[in-house]
């Protein structure tokens, strides 16, 4: 056979994916995953939606429609950005599929092999997934509670050629839970202007805040116009319609629905024609609000169970949103073999080791965390089993 | 704004895009689209599946799923190719967003800047849009009624370094409706292996066969699988659904599988299920049968009544199944300017240019037409109007 193209070396299996399958196995309790809670799901609504759109004399919801996406979703998205400090129109708008080919089509827009793309430490192991076939280099910028450190940003983009985006997920990061101060976002698009790089905005989580004021995205405070941001219905909505935006300039925006009609055409129609329906005739802010109590509620009891059954020497990220917290321990500790060695075989747990979300020099002893979708019962007794485990092997 | 990649010079706006616009206008009679009929969707059953699937005790549809698509989705693709003389395992298929993703994917995976993609001449545009981004070369072999004249694609093996890729729609071709003989596709497997280059088999249309025999696909007489096949259920279930597959070796598929991992996690997980239970609850070969005589009075109108009413020296291709002609003019006709000067504003009529179906050395005396999913009388009428312009014009 012929050979594989060279950015085929930097497409690998996960060494997360072969233990994630075992998320299924219901003697398993997962902290690993990063799904919402399947019983938030609109799906009476969405059974209503799908039965009333599925009509003989409305078969152009099955037919092929615009690369960029249905324009009364467009509409409906720019609304709620334009609600939430981004003014724009439509056209502004490119429905994509899911936040993940976001990701994809921005880094394919700007990304040469050898340009640089500087990550938070750690970041979202699924943009590094997206982002390596366009062969970057990373560096990558340490974090705090008020998220990337800018400081430190800045240094990188002194000392650094060819950094063409900075990535970050300013709201209940993935994987710390982590969200960048105001004053952080400020200094980031002060820094992009600076060094001419562009931004790479990407708030899945941004609606799911359970505490603490919402803050401006940084779009929102570039008057210069050079963040993508990107934005997904995945955690609002369902993930298994695969529906997420992504808002940028006329320029960026157009040059993004022509690499997206080059990937896969358009995303599906129907699935477009259901979310457009559900934001036109439903109230999608009440169904949000409905669901935070529930996810705050696992956050609460995730973490007071961590501090009354974890060992001393272990911390963890307190997320005002989002499905995660970061678990950092002490520094001997590797937790892929240690969930390999006795995590998963005396405790059937599982959480996300931390060394994939490191863009580079990974660190061994950290874990990402879900409190997502666990039962109350499971997630104590499975945290409880994991600090008895860690009390034995910390000693 | 910092520079983009050196590939988005390769992702420009389609010269076609602008008059396809038009294609929704209802004065407007379209021989332009490539779209199915959609009058012919299995809109009924596609109501009752969608409602049963989207119960409360049934969320999961809604959730993540793999991103080699659903499991059950994949045994009836591969029961359904293996039934086709392509013996494979669910293990083997790949889900993908419709047939254009499969185009992306295997480029990705095999083709580096100013690699070689060999073309059929004319090709699919649809292709060429989803090589681009990989910033191949191009070198293109001609066409006769026997598909690829493969006489001529040795002669662009023998000679021309870094050829990865063989790209063929051997099936009612997109855009000449041309079949690629059973001994041309032989040959064509033959010099794969000789020159070891990849072939990349795209057969959206195959089922829409109209008369004469069906031939193995390529992948059939390959037995050492230098074959990617590509399908879509866009053609034989609904286009706004979104999904396709790839056939190819365990190592093939497993890195299509990352690459589509990376790109947009997975296709969406009601649309899999949905398809799913199409397929396992209904005969699909019956709702195939169904739609044939539909589409072959429809190209059967379209030829006669070119014959009829077109003048003399234009010749055209009848495809034994698909949804294309390929018409040839006299070679002075420039059918993009003919259009946009006389068939629109005159006729109201509207082809498909065929200059950007030429991956190299473009001729501009030919268009694409399609019969698809326009009325009898619309169609004898946009085509009479047509004949007494090309008369007027050709003197």
């Given at each position: 056979?012929t050979a594989?193209?060279?950015?085929?070396?930097?497409?690998?299996?996960s060494?997360?994916r072969e233990f994630?399958?075992?998320?299924t196995?219901?003697?398993i309790?997962?902290?690993a995953?990063?799904?919402?809670d399947?019983?938030?799901?609109?799906?009476?609504?969405?059974?209503?939606?799908?039965?009333?759109?599925?009509t003989?004399?409305?078969a152009?919801?099955?037919?092929?429609?615009?690369?960029e996406?249905l324009?009364?979703?467009?509409?409906?998205?720019?609304?709620?950005l334009?609600?939430?400090?981004?003014?724009c129109?439509?056209?502004d708008?490119?429905?994509?599929?899911?936040?993940?080919?976001?990701?994809?089509?921005?880094?394919?827009?700007f990304?040469?092999?050898?340009?640089?793309?500087?990550?938070?430490r750690?970041t979202?192991?699924?943009?590094?997934?997206?982002?390596?076939?366009?062969?970057?280099?990373y560096r990558?910028?340490?974090?705090?509670?008020?998220?990337m450190?800018?400081?430190?940003?800045?240094e990188?983009?002194?000392?650094?050629?060819?950094v063409?985006?900075?990535?970050?997920v300013?709201d209940?990061q993935?994987?710390?839970?982590?969200?960048?101060?105001?004053?952080?976002?400020?200094?980031?698009?002060?820094l992009?202007?600076?060094?001419d790089?562009?931004?790479?905005?990407?708030t899945?989580y941004?609606?799911?805040?359970y505490?603490?004021?919402?803050l401006?995205?940084?779009?929102n405070?570039?008057?210069?116009?050079l963040?993508?941001?990107?934005?997904?219905?995945?955690?609002?909505?369902?993930?298994?319609l695969?529906?997420?935006?992504?808002?940028?300039?006329?320029?960026?925006?157009?040059?993004l629905a022509?690499l997206?009609?080059?990937?896969?055409?358009?995303?599906g129609?129907?699935n477009?024609?259901?979310?457009?329906?559900?934001?036109?005739?439903h109230?999608?802010?009440?169904?949000?609000a409905?669901m935070?109590?529930?996810?705050?509620?696992?956050?609460?009891?995730m973490?007071?169970?961590?501090?009354e059954?974890?060992?001393?020497?272990i911390?963890?990220?307190?997320?005002?949103?989002?499905?995660?917290?970061?678990?950092?321990?002490?520094?001997?500790?590797d937790?892929?073999?240690?969930?390999?060695?006795?995590?998963?075989p005396?405790?059937?747990?599982?959480?996300?080791?931390?060394?994939?979300?490191f863009?580079?020099?990974?660190?061994a002893?950290?874990a990402r965390?879900?409190f997502?979708?666990?039962?109350?019962d499971?997630?104590?007794?499975?945290?409880?089993?994991?600090?008895?485990?860690?009390?034995?092997?910390?000693?």
């Amino acid at each position: 056979m012929t050979a594989f193209a060279r950015r085929a070396e930097r497409v690998q299996p996960s060494a997360i994916r072969e233990f994630l399958s075992l998320a299924t196995d219901p003697r398993i309790t997962s902290f690993a995953g990063g799904y919402p809670d399947p019983t938030l799901f609109p799906v009476e609504e969405l059974h209503e939606i799908y039965a009333s759109l599925l009509t003989a004399d409305n078969a152009s919801a099955l037919q092929y429609t615009a690369s960029e996406g249905l324009p009364e979703l467009r509409a409906l998205v720019a609304a709620r950005l334009t609600a939430d400090g981004m003014p724009c129109t439509a056209d502004d708008v490119l429905i994509t599929q899911g936040g993940q080919q976001g990701l994809d089509l921005t880094a394919k827009l700007f990304v040469d092999a050898g340009d640089v793309v500087v990550t938070e430490r750690p970041t979202f192991l699924g943009a590094l997934i997206a982002f390596n076939p366009c062969e970057p280099s990373y560096r990558s910028v340490p974090m705090d509670d008020e998220g990337m450190d800018t400081v430190a940003l800045e240094e990188v983009l002194r000392t650094t050629d060819r950094v063409k985006l900075v990535y970050t997920v300013p709201d209940f990061q993935n994987p710390t839970g982590r969200t960048m101060s105001l004053a952080r976002r400020r200094h980031l698009v002060e820094l992009a202007e600076r060094y001419d790089v562009m931004i790479l905005e990407d708030t899945p989580y941004r609606e799911l805040r359970y505490e603490g004021e919402r803050l401006p995205t940084i779009r929102n405070l570039d008057p210069n116009n050079l963040v993508v941001h990107l934005g997904s219905f995945s955690k609002i909505l369902a993930p298994g319609l695969r529906l997420g935006w992504a808002l940028a300039t006329p320029e960026v925006r157009e040059k993004l629905a022509l690499l997206k009609l080059a990937a896969d055409t358009q995303n599906g129609t129907l699935n477009m024609r259901a979310a457009a329906a559900y934001l036109g005739g439903h109230d999608v802010e009440a169904h949000i609000a409905s669901m935070l109590p529930v996810y705050r509620h696992q956050r609460d009891l995730m973490l007071a169970t961590m501090a009354e059954h974890f060992p001393p020497g272990i911390s963890w990220t307190r997320a005002e949103g989002g499905l995660f917290t970061w678990v950092t321990f002490p520094e001997g500790l590797d937790l892929a073999a240690f969930q390999r060695d006795v995590l998963i075989p005396r405790a059937g747990v599982i959480i996300v080791p931390g060394t994939p979300f490191f863009a580079e020099r990974p660190e061994a002893h950290h874990a990402r965390m879900s409190f997502s979708g666990v039962p109350d019962d499971r997630m104590v007794a499975g945290l409880r089993a994991m600090g008895s485990l860690l009390a034995d092997a910390l000693g």
